[in-house]
C-alpha cells in the first residue's frame, strides 16, 4: 500500500520551489525597468563653432543644449536621414563656403534648416535647403517665379546664402548672433540687442522658436561629428551618393520639359530630380536668360554602378 506521506512530500516541495522561483521573478520585475532604457545623451561641456568656443557651464546653455541633443538622438528618422543626405550635398556646398570665407560650420545650418531635403518648403513659405522666403531670396539674387525657382538651385541659394550671411557677420562680429539672424531676421535681432543691452544672441530673451535655433545648430553638429557615440552607425554605401551630370544651356524658351528630357534619354522625373528649381512643364523665357540644365550620365543613375565614397569620415563607424 502506498505510503500517503511519500506521494504528498514531493508535490508539497515542488510547490514550494514553484513559489520561491515566482518570488524571485516578482522581485526581479520591480528592479527592472518596464520599458527600454534610454539614457541621457552626453552633452559636451562647450562646442567650438566658427573657430568660437562656447561654454555651456551656464545653466540655461547646458539646457537649452541638452533638450536639442535629445530630440536629435531620439528623433532617429531625421537625424539619419540628414546624414545620409548631407553626403550628397557636403562636395556642393562646402567648397562655396571655402570661396565666399563663410566658416565650415555654417553647413550645419542648412542641414536643421532643411535637413538637407532639397524639395523642402514650409507653412511660411521658405523654400529649398537654405529655406528662403521668396522676397529675401529676390533680394540676394534669386530668380522665384510660376517657372523657376533658384532657391531650390543647391548651387545659386548657397551663394545667396553666403551672401546673407557675410552681411550679418559685418554688422554683428558673432557667427552665433548671425545664425540667430537667419531666423528671425537681422531687424529683429538688431532691435533686441538694442533694447535688452546683449552683446550676443546668447543672452537675449527671445522666442522660442529663435530662442532654440542656434542650440539645435550647435546639437546637429555634435551629432554629426560624433554619430557613432549618439547612437547612429553608418558605412559608406548607405550614406547617398552626388549624382555626376553634364550641363546643357537653355537661352530659348522650352514647350515641353517632358519631351526636352526624353530627347536627352532621361525621364521628366529624373530631370526634374536633379535640376528642382525648373518649376513647371514649360518654359517662356522671354527674357531669353541662359540656364544650365544638368543631365545625369546613365551610370550615375543606378547603385550598382556606383562607387560609394564617404565625403566626410566622422559620419561612417570605423571597422
Given at each position: 500500500?502506498?505510503n500517503f ?7 508539497a516541495?515542488?510547490?514550494?520551489i ?32 566658427a ?13 537649452r ?5 535629445t ?9 539619419l ?17 571655402k570661396?565666399?570665407?563663410?566658416p ?17 518648403y ?19 539674387g534669386?530668380?522665384?517665379?510660376d ?14 546664402a553666403?551672401?546673407y ?18 531666423n ?5 535681432i ?8 546683449a552683446d ?5 530673451y527671445l522666442?522660442?522658436?529663435?530662442s ?6 550647435l ?13 547612429f552607425?553608418?558605412t ?10 553634364k550641363?546643357?544651356e537653355?537661352?530659348?524658351p522650352?514647350d515641353?520639359?517632358?519631351k526636352?528630357a ?12 536633379v ?13 531669353k ?23 566626410n ?7
Open positions: 500500500m502506498m506521506n511519500s506521494v504528498i512530500r514531493p508535490i516541495c515542488a510547490i514550494a514553484s513559489c520561491a522561483l515566482n518570488a524571485t521573478v516578482e522581485a526581479q520585475k520591480d528592479s527592472m525597468p518596464a520599458y527600454q532604457i534610454s539614457p541621457s545623451p552626453e552633452v559636451p561641456v562647450s562646442v567650438t563653432f573657430g568660437k568656443k562656447i561654454d555651456c557651464d551656464r545653466i540655461d546653455m547646458y539646457e543644449l541638452d533638450r536639442e541633443l530630440s536629435f538622438v531620439y528623433g532617429h528618422t531625421n537625424t536621414i540628414t546624414i545620409k543626405r548631407a553626403n550628397r550635398y557636403y562636395p556642393v556646398i562646402m567648397p562655396i563656403l570661396r565666399n570665407g563663410v565650415d560650420d555654417v553647413f550645419y545650418l542648412s542641414a536643421i534648416e532643411s535637413y538637407f531635403n532639397i524639395r523642402a514650409s507653412p511660411a513659405k521658405a523654400a529649398g535647403l537654405w529655406q528662403f522666403i521668396p522676397s529675401t531670396a529676390k533680394q540676394y534669386l530668380e522665384v517665379n517657372e523657376i525657382d533658384e532657391r531650390y538651385n543647391v548651387e545659386k541659394s548657397t551663394e545667396a553666403c551672401r550671411l557675410k552681411n550679418g557677420y559685418a554688422k554683428y562680429g558673432d557667427w552665433a548672433t548671425v545664425m540667430a539672424s537667419y528671425a531676421g537681422m531687424n529683429r538688431s532691435k533686441e540687442l538694442e533694447h535688452q543691452m550676443s544672441s546668447f543672452d537675449l522666442n522660442e522658436e529663435t532654440r535655433y542656434v542650440f539645435r545648430i546639437a546637429m553638429k555634435v551629432v554629426m561629428e560624433h554619430p557613432f557615440k549618439y547612437g552607425h553608418l559608406a554605401e548607405q550614406l547617398y551618393q552626388p549624382i555626376e551630370c550641363e546643357v537653355v537661352s530659348g522650352v515641353d520639359w517632358s526636352w526624353k530627347s536627352y534619354g532621361i525621364t521628366y522625373a529624373q530631370l526634374r530630380e535640376n528642382p528649381w525648373i518649376r513647371a512643364k514649360s518654359l517662356t523665357n522671354k527674357l536668360k541662359t540656364y544650365k540644365v544638368k543631365i545625369p550620365y546613365s551610370d550615375e543613375l543606378y547603385r550598382s554602378k556606383r562607387k560609394f565614397k564617404a565625403y569620415q566622422q559620419w561612417v563607424s570605423k571597422k
